[in-house]
């Protein structure tokens, strides 16, 4: 089976969730997390994110560092990052540089349609 984890740099729970929203009110541009920053808003999902990640038939898969990590003991890398998973095999799709250069939710959307076209998912419809 085949899927795309996004995992972001940032913890899972309630109060890592307030901490996060502080972070982003009171010291936007030093937030951690800049899949976070493209794809929510500071309380919420972005609409056009939310839109997109409901209407897509892509396998999406969410994780918070700290789940990633219980998931998949041995992989070491930098968050956030976007992984591809076929079958047991995890390879980095959209690495934390490339998350850094992107500026708005299109552009993301728009490198993951395109790197999609790429791979056949085998266990879409």
């Known amino acids: 089976m085949q899927k795309i984890i996004f995992t972001y740099n940032a913890r899972s729970g309630k109060l890592n969730s307030l901490l996060d929203v502080a972070h982003k009110l009171i010291s936007p541009k030093t937030y951690q997390c800049k899949l976070c920053t493209i ?27 700290d789940e990633f990590e219980k998931q998949y003991k041995n992989i070491e890398t930098k968050y956030p990052v976007i992984f591809l998973q076929e079958g047991e095999k995890l390879t980095e799709w959209i690495s934390r540089s490339e998350i850094e250069k992107i500026e708005t939710t299109q552009e993301l959307i728009s490198l993951i349609k395109s790197k999609s076209k790429t791979i056949n998912f085998s266990n879409l419809d």
Not at 51 to 64: A, D, E, G, I, M
């Open 39 to 65: 794809t929510h808003d500071t309380f919420k999902e972005n609409a056009l994110w939310k839109q997109f990640r409901k209407n897509t038939s892509l396998p999406l898969v969410f994780l918070h560092s």
